[in-house]
């Protein structure tokens, strides 16, 4: 059996966001400007990792000073720094992968970032990320999630449809498809504390999201 190993990326984020996580984990990556917040709270990044465009240059230097490793791209490069991160968690040998970033900025990073989440190439790893006040989960095949008993959650499809079996939430699923252009899978919520996934075809993000007061009272599969 494979080590479990786990991972943190940190992309543009506040240190608020990292509070909550009180052991170092075993790799720490720093994605661009997300190395203000791995430094504030405490800790040196194994890895720093982007453009480094939105980078203190002056706290990349502790960083490096530190030990970390400073893996700087050119700002016209195809990938996100996201992404770069992620490949490099999975080449530090990470089974467990906590992406934590904010939930505001430009549509389009947003997007991306989300999209980054489901690459095949880090399938083999559990990828979770934390958005905001958000957390969504990259899942293919079979997933235990632990969340909150009445924990609204979304079931999205992405890059085609998928198949799925879901316990432990208000609108099961047997075995059923989801397509990425109908919002079958949109409004959904826990019914217990852990939500196990099958998802036998295709790749699913699942996406719990704090109550908001002006919610609309609907719910589907």
Same mark, same amino acid.
């Given at each position: ?21 009180? %052991? ?7 994605? &661009?400007?997300?190395? *203000?917040?791995?430094? !504030? ?8 990792? =982007? ?12 960083? !490096?000073? =530190?030990?970390?490793?400073? &893996? ?5 490069? &195809? ?25 505001? @900025?430009?549509?389009? *990073? ?23 006040? *958000?957390?969504?989960? !990259?899942?293919? @095949? ?9 924990? *609204? ?11 799925? %079996? %879901?316990?432990?939430? !208000? ?11 109908? @919002? ?6 826990? %019914? ?21 007061? &002006? ?7």
């Amino acid at each position: 059996m494979t080590p479990e190993r786990r991972a943190l990326i940190v992309a543009a984020a506040s240190p608020q966001q990292l509070v909550g996580i009180a %052991t170092r984990p075993d790799v720490v990556i720093a994605a &661009d400007s997300g190395l *203000h917040a791995v430094l !504030a709270a405490g800790w040196i990044p194994d890895r720093l990792i =982007g453009d480094l465009d939105s980078a203190d240059p002056a706290a990349v230097e502790i960083a !490096a000073e =530190g030990g970390a490793v400073v &893996d700087r791209h050119p700002v016209g490069k &195809d990938e996100t720094d996201l992404e770069l991160a992620l490949a490099a968690a999975v080449d530090s040998g990470a089974t467990e992968i906590q992406v934590v970033v904010r939930a505001d @900025g430009r549509l389009d *990073h947003q997007l991306a970032n989300l999209f980054a989440l489901a690459k095949p190439d880090w399938s083999a790893a559990e990828v979770r990320a934390d958005v905001g006040d *958000h957390v969504v989960w !990259a899942v293919r @095949g079979e997933r235990r999630l632990e969340v909150g008993i009445g924990q *609204h959650l979304a079931l999205l499809p992405i890059g085609g449809p998928a198949r799925v %079996t %879901t316990r432990g939430v !208000a609108f099961p699923l047997a075995d059923e498809v989801l397509s990425p252009f109908d @919002g079958r899978g949109i409004a959904n919520e826990a %019914t217990e504390s852990v939500v196990s996934l099958t998802v036998s075809d295709g790749v699913v993000l699942v996406v719990s999201s704090p109550a908001q007061a &002006d919610d609309p009272d609907e719910a589907g599969a």
